[in-house]
């Protein structure tokens, strides 16, 4: 039926091609004036432009005011001719078009015949003097020159976005520009290619768009671009698939990664303690990674049936990529023999302390600690009995990190994809894009047996694109666009969990069949858990669809782009992971330590687990899967104005209509304030349910519509010489931020799926005794509409302002100047403004004037200092602390409003680069000196990860931003060695054919949060507590290469400069210093290549080509893993390898 319904639209769209429809497109554009000799304008000009490699021509005429445009052109070389009575002929070779670049080219014709030709060989104008967007062009030669790995899947092309101006934090969570991570926008010809349920993150399992042998080049968008993009909070990562022309080329290639060509690294080489050759000493990691595969590309020929030269054309690929039996070494730390045997005398003065001997004396709990800190083995559970014998002895002594695990994967990866291009005649154009993934990868690690952490996954990643351009006259074109990414991903535990392990273990209370998986089991103090976390088995799908179109029109001085976009998301889970279905047992130090101010150095949490009693659980039901839709209607309307020879204006405006998203099966609910709660004595807040029929809302969605998101647009360039630009611009864009998209409330629902997730009441009692079985259990047959249904447990809030969608401001202004030598300076000042972005603010915390009760507030509802006090429950079946009855909704634990827009940033940055283009020697070197700084936590667009200190002082949250990053250099390069063209053949094919490239970047650290104790988190339940600043310096002075994790002399961080915060207080500290960072990235990574002509078929050449690759060529070691925990005395200390060591890739590839 979904099939069936894009089949209508794409059918009905097509035979509408003047239809309005809004299009983002990739492609670029050349357009430009016609003058006479003394600079008038020449009407009426006859002008034609020839893709050199297809032969494809276009047509046009010039405006009453000499304007003429192409729109919508694929990206290569062109020949511009114009011709006009009275006037020689112009025509102009090599015109290199860019993705989504506008290429400025006047024609000012000389008085003559019209069979006499001016010629000029052109390129790609250096200066951008007919547009004001800030973007770097990746261009080609970098594509097929500069270092890139395989890496637990194909090179991956957008890695390269990482090195590019204004970009932070990476290639999958990348922030653009200062906006939120996850919230760029990805086109792929034209379409969006952004997965609905998580933002701006791409279709693919290895995080990537597929390979890199599908795309030509790539444009980074990141300022004042133009009215036709939008949906985005930061950038737009533009790329173009690969189309063939009339010469067959193609290739076959391998390129292969071994640790045998990796150097040893410091990690391994502090631990060779024995002669070189003893097996004892440890192993590098192990690597076996190939990538190989084919491409080929040309004109459709048919022996006797058919030439497509200059009509049709294909570009096909084809990839494979394995990893086998990769492995590698980390440490987990486990309970020691004398600990199973509940002896706990290693821990030294740690008491641990029986839970059956609580009492209250004198209105003071008190607690026995065990005889000799042992626990005797008639008090162990007889569930925590049963998993003992599964538990591995240790491999090294001491309490923590004494056992060495091997992780292991293998990795399969296959991917095809087609192009085709088909020119009916001068006015009308299709194209076809197919590209269909297999990806399988079968992991395991942590500890042994059904202990292991482990999973099988099969992922179905596609890509259809559909384009039509049409001429419908001399000056009106149009471009419609079809677009559909799919990506299904199915994952199942592997065999050692899938043997019915509840009813071994003698554990109730949760999903039991043949097949039903082991329980996760977590730990504090350290110890590694057991089970599959969070993921056992389910399926889930992500589509993204798009209808677009772009209409053209030059009109005197004005070329016109109007249109519009129906864009739609998909998200469909079934089932849903039923990871939980099974039981998630949490153990602390808690329930077996002293109450009050020892409860945090005391207890330990592998003897709670032995008395089986957890201090949090959860347990999945699961009935039915999501259907979730996202929906956005956008429209434009741009016209770039030739004002003057020099002056050019792009003003435009865009609308864009958020429809939030809404689950189709129904299974979203959500805590409403309003609510009477009948099973919390009618107190207002419960549980809310979408939908019609008995104990719904009745209504369709939680989000409001908002119809107001207008997005002007406004820039100018102003050439002010042959050699330099001046541009500026502003632009007002929207996202899809909050509850436009799916992120961390995903399902959010209770009543058809639903987890009872119990939690201790007093931080000390367990919940249970998982001897008993889980509790509660389903209370009764799903679906449930019940507004008390989560009582007792932590909810989500949605409510009609996370329809809200993200609202980011834009401005900018830049200089550009030609240098001598082709090359090229872009000097640009960037400014953006977001507001309306995510933050996930808690909703449930006691206000701070409580804490004038003291330690009232963590004693039980009926504890008689309590009554005394003049407290009583708020409702009557209510069971905690003082603390939870003064909550504003006492009734449940956490409630978190998941999707509120009240978050905001700010970026302001100088971004430099310097270019050199399309000759021997190509060069993008990238500076940003940069400045971020949100309030509430703006981090993702789909969630935050940075808790408040405290929801009713949310003004104190203003800090840096987490991917803060001052200063970045950049340098990408790629140099065809001027050698081997003299003397002998023998001597040309050794010498010549060298090139040499790389990528360099040197940037600040990453931002660090100190860890503080949350004493409030009993009184309050506020997330988190800050540190307080003493005032002295927080850096030490270190250098970065004096630090050794194996001194403990050396540290990065002075303790001194952090006090904790007194009894009942906040901190005063931001959530961000700007002097907390980890040391600064160096990287280089360089390539070089041998390309050597083996022959000559018709006139082309057959090469073959050699190359070596290597990351960190130099092999530094840089430290990182700082530890910024204020209890620990190793604060400040280097803990972990940042960069390093060198790893290297060897290629081979024939090239025809």
Known sequence: MFIRKITYQVVCLLALPLALVYGQTGSGAISGQVTDPAGAAVPGAAVRLIQEATNRELATVSSDSGIYSFPALE???????????????????????????????????????????VDVKDEAPLLSAASSDLGTSFQPKFMKDAPLFVSGGFRNPENFISYLPGVNNGVQDSSINGGPRRGKEILIDGASHTNPESGGVAFSANGGIGSVEQYGEFKLLNSNFSAEYGRTAGGIEVFVTKSGTNQFHGGVFEYNRNDAYDAAGWSINRQRKFPDGDTRNPNKAKVRQNEYGLNIGGPVWIPGVYNGKNKSFFYFTRNWYRQANASSTAIASIATQAMRGGDFSELGSKLIYDPDSTQTVNGVVTRTPFANNQIPTNRFSSVSKNMLGLIPNPTGPGISSNFSVTNLGIRDLDIWSIKADHVFNDTNRVSFFLSKQNITQLAEGGLPGPLANGLYTLDKPDTWRATYDASISPTFFNHFVFGLSRYNNYFDQLPQHKQGWPEKLGLKGVATDGSSSFPIVTFTDGLTGFGNDPKNRGNQSNWTYTLSDTASKVLGRHDLKFGFEYHRGRTFQEPLDDAYAHGRFNYTNFQTAAPGASRATTGYSFASFLLGGPDSARRDFNTKGVNILYVTDSAFLTDNIKVTSRLTLNIGIRYELYFPRFDQNYTISSFDPSVPNPGAGGLPGALTFLGEGPGRNGKK???????????????????????????????????????????????????????????????????????????????????????????????????????????????????????????????????????????????????????????????????????????????????????????????????????????????????????????????????????????????????????????????????????????????????????????????????????????????????????????????????????????????????????????????????????????????????????????????????????????????????????????????????????VNLTDPNFGRATAVQVGPRFMQLGIKVNF
């Open 75 to 117: 990206v290569g070389a062109y020949t511009l001719n114009v011709e006009v009575a009275g006037f020689k002929k112009v025509s102009r070779t090599g015109i290199i078009v860019a993705t989504a670049t506008r290429v400025n080219i006047d024609a000012r014709m000389e008085v003559g015949d019209v069979t006499q030709t």
């Open 701 to 1123: 969605r939680f989000g409001n519509i908002y119809p107001t998101n207008f997005g002007p647009r406004l820039g100018a360039a102003y050439q002010l010489n042959q050699k330099t630009v001046l541009r500026g611009g502003y632009g007002l864009y929207y996202s899809a931020a909050n509850g436009n998209t799916g992120g961390g409330c995903f399902p959010c629902g209770w009543g058809t799926s639903y987890s009872s997730a119990p939690q201790s009441l007093d931080g000390l009692a367990p919940v249970f005794n998982w001897d008993n079985g889980f509790t509660p259990g389903p209370p009764r047959p799903l679906p449930v509409v019940d507004p008390s249904f989560a009582n007792g447990q932590s909810v989500l809030i949605l409510t009609g302002e996370d329809g809200l969608p993200g609202k980011i401001q834009n401005w900018s202004f830049n200089v550009q100047r030609e240098l001598p030598g082709s090359w090229f300076l872009d000097v640009a000042y960037v400014g953006m403004k977001s507001t309306h972005l995510n933050s996930a603010t808690p909703y449930n915390q006691v206000t701070p004037g409580q804490l004038k009760y003291g330690d009232l507030l963590s004693l039980n509802i009926n504890d008689a200092r309590v009554v005394n006090a003049g407290f009583s429950k708020p409702f009557p079946s209510f069971t905690g602390t003082l603390a939870q009855a003064l909550r504003p909704y006492p009734q449940y634990l956490n409630i978190t409003h998941t999707y509120l827009g009240n978050a905001g940033s700010t970026y302001n940055a100088l971004q430099a680069k310097v270019e050199r283009r399309y000759k021997s020697l190509s060069v993008l070197m990238g500076y940003t000196w940069s400045k971020g700084l949100s309030n509430v936590g703006a981090e993702t667009q789909t969630g935050s990860g940075i808790a408040v200190q405290d929801q009713y002082n949310l003004g104190n949250e203003k800090s840096y931003q987490r991917f803060d990053t001052p200063q970045v250099l950049n340098l990408i390069y790629t140099w065809d060695l001027p050698f081997g063209k003299k003397g002998s053949n023998l001597v040309k094919k050794v010498t010549g054919g060298w090139t040499v490239s790389g990528i360099h970047q040197y940037r600040s650290g990453t931002l660090l949060q100190p860890t503080v104790p949350n004493t409030l988190a009993a009184s309050l339940f506020n997330p988190v507590l800050r540190a307080n600043l003493s005032g002295s310096s927080i850096r030490t002075g270190t250098n970065r290469t004096d630090l050794d994790p194996d001194n403990p002399g050396v540290r990065w961080f002075d303790r001194n400069a952090f006090t904790l915060p007194g009894p009942l207080q906040f901190g005063t500290a931001a959530a961000f210093l700007n002097d907390l960072r980890t040391p600064p990235v160096l990287s280089e990574s360089f390539s070089i290549v041998k390309r050597t002509i083996l022959f000559a078929y018709k006139d082309q050449p057959v090469d073959l080509e050699l190359r070596a690759d290597a990351s960190n060529v130099l092999n530094r070691t840089l430290f990182g893993g700082i530890n």
